[in-house]
């Protein structure tokens, strides 16, 4: 069964409108990363959160590490047509050193 | 510098038969990673690797796969008896140690396999 939970599935907003991506995870996490995949690329990395309750900026975007360290999101302000894509979080557990499980992804539609 | 490259980046197949998919890493990351995706999923972790030994082959869907990774670089992910249901994009992505903390995986374009 999916290890790391992701909502929503779909997103589309208009230009300048601001988005939200959940990921949730029915396990303690030791850490989380962000990854952004753009349509028919791989993976880019994004940023990792390690600490409970952490939250880090990047521009416009938040990211945000619950402080059970079970949860996590990220946050765009002011959409831009660049932010699209497929966001995903993947998870690491702490089984396996550095083996991440990633969620389903967001997929992320800006209108101009 | 150089990313992690994939060959071949598609390859189509027939049911039963034999493919190897290569992946060749950054320079001097010690850490491989083998993902499969399918359309509308995330990464599924396949197998990890710490220098030339398999760390975690754990997510190897059965015996008809297997990775090597001899000389602690490039990879190659072999599939046996191809089935349709292993049509997927797989994913290669290595990283500098492979640790539990700044291990941000860098990700090769894929090779799309068709199993007709």
């Known amino acids: 069964g999916q290890q790391v939970m992701q909502i929503p599935q779909y997103q589309h907003v208009q230009e300048g409108e601001d988005f939200t991506t959940y990921c949730n995870s029915s396990?303690?996490?030791?850490?989380i990363q962000w990854y952004k995949q753009r349509p028919g690329g791989h993976p880019v990395f994004l940023i990792q959160l390690v600490k409970s309750g952490e939250v880090k900026k990047q521009k416009r975007l938040t990211f945000q590490f619950g402080e059970a360290k079970k949860n996590s999101s990220l946050h765009i302000t002011a959409t831009q047509t660049t932010d699209v894509g497929t966001y995903f979080c993947?998870?690491?557990?702490?089984?396996?050193?550095?083996?991440?499980?990633f969620g389903r992804g967001t997929q992320l539609t800006v209108w101009p | 510098g150089a990313g992690v490259s994939q060959t071949p980046s598609n390859k189509v197949t027939e049911k039963g038969k034999y493919v190897e998919l290569r992946c060749d890493p950054i320079?001097?990351?010690?850490?491989l990673y083998w993902y499969r995706q399918s359309l509308g999923q995330g990464p599924e972790f396949l197998i990890y690797f710490q220098g030339t030994g398999a760390a975690d082959d754990s997510g190897l869907p059965n015996d008809r796969f297997f990775a090597v990774r001899p000389e602690g670089s490039v990879s190659t992910l072999k599939i046996q008896r191809t089935e349709r249901g292993d049509s997927a994009v797989y994913l290669c992505a290595s990283s500098v140690l492979g640790g539990r903390v700044n291990n941000e995986q860098f990700f090769g374009p894929g090779t799309r396999l068709t199993v007709l």
């Open positions: 993947a998870g690491d557990r702490g089984s396996t050193l550095g083996r991440l499980y």
């Open positions: 396990t303690t996490l030791s850490n």
């Open positions: 320079s001097g990351h010690t850490a």
